[in-house]
């Protein structure tokens, strides 16, 4: 069975982060044109402890990740591509492209 979306995006974020805000304004723009799997984390919410030691001072980070087109699920060991800080549509799109 294939798989209905392109990409999948993690947002890693916190509360009060007017550059969160953005990206999340950014995301919302690409997902009017492309159908992706989306998730946010805060990374300062319990059990999130693994993504608050890596990324509690650099908010937001957006993690882009292929999405397997076959109906098992990989284990892939590739790193996702990751955009910091500010990033624009485009570059959000650009990094998907370079993933599929």
Known sequence: MLSMYSARLTLFTRANCYLCDGAKLNIAKVQKK?????????????????????????????????????????????EPKKLWHRFSPEEIEKAINEME
Do not use: C, F, M
């Open 34 to 78: 492309r159908t992706l799997e989306y998730a946010e984390v805060d990374v300062l919410a319990p059990g999130q402890e693994k993504w608050k030691k890596l990324y509690q001072y650099e908010t937001p980070v957006l993690h882009v990740e292929p999405i397997p087109q076959n109906s098992v699920k990989s284990n892939s060991l590739a």
